[in-house]
């Protein structure tokens, strides 16, 4: 299979081999589809990162991605088609609807024996986010557009940790046909039969706080600024930093904003 989101930096990733942070191999993905718009996006940052930044900054400061895993779209390929989910998920009805029928359906046997190694192993809290073909594009972006579940992942018992992690996944996959991104769809003149999902499975960055976990700082990063202010120009980018998780900036908090051109010049608001 083809890859559409093929980049110089993909031969950088590796198959899934079960040992998630044992292993050498930080990037790793399962099936033999497509990465999707944010998967690709980070295998481009991680060839960056090594190949160019490398240790710089060391040992002061270490620039790194946090392990993640990438179920491709061959396995949303094969779990559409043999569960029959199309009829419901094209049918336009309650969001809820679709997610129950996504619920009940099965994961493909080999996805749900590399999902089962992984949770076994790890303890640590994960993300489970989309990675859709259309994500991450410059002037379309689907930022917010499709479900990312974060799952504590410190329950006792590996049934039970595997099986949130079987729900989030199913519930990202269900989210390319909720109302938000089906309306999406038509504001940006694209069909949701053309859309195929990947899933991110990935380490979330941050440190325990009591019966919290939460990163100190978390960032997006837009390489083009279509409201550049001062001596910034679009081309410069801009930077949004919130305290804590990004759902911050996602949902239009409190957040820093500069350019990374100019990122001592102040921000323009009082």
Do not use: C
């Not at 993909?10 to 497509?34: C, I, Q």
């Not at 993640?68 to 309650?94: C, H, Q, W």
């Not at 390319?176 to 990947?198: P, Q």
């Amino acid at each position: 299979m083809g890859m559409k989101n093929y980049s110089p930096h993909r031969g950088m990733l590796v198959p899934f081999d079960r040992n998630f942070f044992s292993s050498d191999h930080k990037f790793t993905y399962m099936g033999r589809g497509e990465l999707g718009g944010k998967a690709h996006g980070l295998s481009e940052m991680k060839g960056i990162l090594e190949s160019e930044i490398g240790g710089r900054y060391a040992p002061d400061l270490k620039v790194l991605i946090p392990t993640l895993t990438v179920i491709t779209t061959e396995y949303f390929d094969l779990f559409m088609k043999e569960n029959d989910l199309y009829p419901i998920a094209l049918s336009g009805k309650r969001d809820e609807l679709i997610a129950h029928a996504f619920q009940r359906a099965h994961l493909p046997v080999r996805l749900v024996g590399d999902l089962r190694a992984l949770v076994s192993e790890v303890h640590t809290p994960l993300a489970i986010r989309s990675s859709s073909m259309l994500e991450d594009a410059m002037f379309e972006p689907f930022a917010s557009v499709y479900s990312t579940k974060m799952i504590p992942n410190n329950q006792p018992g590996v049934d039970t940790r595997f099986r949130k992690l079987v729900e989030a996944v199913k519930y990202v996959y269900a989210s390319t046909f909720f109302r938000g991104a089906r309306n999406y769809m038509k504001a940006t003149h694209h069909s949701t039969l053309d859309e195929k999902m990947a899933v991110i499975i990935q380490e979330v960055a941050g440190s325990r706080f009591g019966e919290r976990f939460y990163p100190h700082i978390s960032g997006v990063v837009r390489s083009y600024n279509f409201y550049p202010t001062g001596n910034a120009s679009p081309e410069d980018g801009v930077v949004d930093l919130a305290l804590g998780f990004g759902r911050t900036i996602v949902d239009e908090g409190v957040a820093w904003s500069y350019s990374p051109r100019f990122p001592k010049a102040g921000a323009p608001f009082n």
